[in-house]
């Protein structure tokens, strides 16, 4: 149960951590890390787009994965994972925001706070996808 718990929290800290890293630009999902590891290739756009495409059906697999144990832990220890990963990512903000610029930190609030938007609006999304099947 702890390795699974110890793997569980591990997964789900993975998101937290891209969240973290700046973006590349529209259309590049994976950051500037993407990138480096595949700049010594010399991939082709086409290469690059299917690339891009794995990458993402990997990281909504390994979310799917996370949530499957996720579901099978008790509340308690769900409730105190959550209140970790919250945690964890809010120290992790910090630490970010101590290493920038006044302006970069205003920047970079701005950002988390479309995230935040973002991440609201899809939650709220997905309650109405729900409830539109629930009435099929």
């Known amino acids: 149960m702890r390795k699974t718990l110890t793997a ?3 997964a789900a800290a993975l998101p937290t951590l891209a969240f973290a890293m700046p973006d590349a630009g529209p259309g590049e999902h994976h950051g500037k890390r993407g990138q480096h590891m595949f700049q010594a290739l010399d991939l082709s756009r086409d290469q690059q787009s299917e690339i891009r495409k794995l990458m993402g059906e990997q990281m909504k697999s390994r979310h799917d994965i996370t949530q499957r144990y996720l579901d099978k832990l008790p509340d308690a220890e769900r409730k105190a994972m959550q209140d970790e990963l919250a945690s964890s990512q809010e120290k992790t903000r910090q630490q970010i925001n101590a ?6 930190q205003k920047q970079f609030e701005e950002l988390q706070k479309k995230m935040e938007d973002k991440r609201a609006e899809r939650e709220e999304f997905l309650k109405w996808k729900a409830e539109q099947n ?3």
């Open 99 to 104: 290493l920038l610029k006044p302006e970069q």
């Open 8 to 10: 569980v929290l591990f």
């Open 134 to 136: 629930k009435q099929s």
